[in-house]
């Protein structure tokens, strides 16, 4: 897809960032226990994990901060339809070999949630 009117649609790292994207939901998926539905993406550099069992994205998000650790809590994104809620993930700007280690330390806090009281 090096010419025509379509190569603009598939950049030449596209592979490498399917390949990411597969490497961060896979290693979310195994490690989070259940916890985390994700939603993998046809194509864009995000892609979403909702929390099955209803804990504060808010919260997750604050505690990955502080891990350095960068999520976004999506249901401050809701207006109109009751907020379900979930996190967004960048892929796109790292390394696989830096991906999946903190989305194993990511699962880790998503496993851990019920330790921290309400919040």
């Known amino acids: ?3 025509g009117p379509l190569c603009h649609a598939y950049p030449p790292h596209a592979p490498i960032l ?3 994207a597969d490497a961060l939901a896979e290693t979310l ?3 989070a226990a259940g ?3 994700v939603a993998l993406p046809d194509q864009g550099m995000h892609l979403v994990a ?10 997750i998000e ?7 650790i960068i999520v976004r809590a999506i249901s401050r994104f809701y207006r109109a339809a009751r907020p379900r809620p979930g ?12 991906i999946v ?19």
Do not use: N
């Open 87 to 98: 996190l967004m993930l960048g892929f796109s700007g790292f390394p696989r070999q830096l």
């Open 35 to 37: 916890r985390l539905d």
């Open 50 to 59: 909702y929390l099955s069992d209803g804990s504060s994205d808010i919260a």
């Open 18 to 20: 399917s390949r990411t």
């Open 101 to 119: 280690p903190a989305a194993a330390r990511l699962a880790a806090l998503v496993v851990d949630h019920g330790r921290w009281g309400a919040a």
């Open 29 to 31: 998926s195994r490690r």
């Open 62 to 68: 604050e505690r990955a901060s502080e891990a350095g």
């Open 1 to 3: 897809m090096q010419q």
